[in-house]
């Protein structure tokens, strides 16, 4: 089974950085996802990680430590449209892929 | 190319009522997701769908159930709906288990069903 732990809520400024946090225990980890919710919306997807280390797209990045069971995503420049809620979400590997979404942490970006 | 299309948007239904939510996924993606999203809350996984074939449940009772057609559509079937099952019903499509690489689950936009 598995079990994801990110914080519920943050606020950050605009123009700024802010780093969402999330934690993973796993029996067989495959891959690691981030998506972004805008209220009353679907996902989207922003990115993924397999193996340890930083992704940078655009003014995203996210981060995988696999021994630590640890991914943050990184959102630079803040702009108001980045308000929303960001999932974290873990891919399990064995015959059949299963992932697994945590609760989201729902961002908010003030002036 | 289009993306993962739901119908319908919205659906409203009576306590007891049955629903039916369609979903259509990605040309070429042969897995299905379904999942529910109640008001404030995280996704919740339902069902998932490969080569018309149920590979995994998640936590929810047997009145929640579905299917998948040849053509990789598949269909979410709730009956005896309960005044809970109020919620965004959303359908993701990736490409399907035998995939060498890592499934990405693309969202439809959910239809939000409503029991009164």
């Known amino acids: 089974g598995q079990n994801i732990d990110q914080p519920t809520e943050m606020t950050a400024t605009e123009g700024a950085i802010v780093q969402i946090n999330c934690t993973y225990q796993?029996?067989?980890?495959?891959?690691l996802f981030w998506y972004q919710q805008h209220a009353g919306e679907a996902p989207t997807f922003l990115s993924y990680?397999?193996?340890?280390g930083l992704e940078e797209k655009g003014r995203f990045s996210s981060f995988l430590s696999r021994s630590k069971g640890y991914s943050y995503l990184l959102l630079k420049e803040l702009q108001m449209k980045d308000s929303a809620s960001y999932l974290c979400?873990?891919?399990?590997?064995?015959?059949?892929?299963?992932?697994?979404f945590g609760i989201g942490t729902k961002l908010q970006v003030i002036p | 190319e289009a993306g993962v299309t739901q119908s319908p948007t919205h659906l409203i239904k009576t306590r007891g009522q049955q629903a039916t939510l369609r979903c259509s996924p990605i040309?070429?993606?042969?897995?299905v997701y379904w999942y529910q999203q109640a008001l404030g809350l995280g996704l919740q996984f339902l069902l998932w769908?490969?080569?018309?074939?149920?590979?995994n449940r998640g936590n929810f009772p047997p009145r929640f159930s579905g299917r998948q057609f040849p053509n990789y559509s598949s269909e979410l079937n709730v009956n005896a709906l309960e005044l809970e099952d109020s919620a965004l019903y959303l359908c993701?499509?990736?490409?399907?288990?035998?995939?060498?690489?890592?499934?990405?689950?693309?969202f439809g936009a959910g239809t939000r069903l409503s029991v009164l």
């Open positions: 993701a499509s990736s490409l399907g288990d035998r995939a060498t690489r890592l499934n990405i689950q693309y």
């Open positions: 796993t029996s067989g980890f495959n891959g």
């Open positions: 990680n397999v193996l340890d």
């Open positions: 979400a873990v891919s399990e590997s064995g015959g059949y892929q299963k992932v697994t």
């Open positions: 040309s070429g993606h042969t897995s």
């Open positions: 769908y490969d080569e018309g074939e149920e590979r």
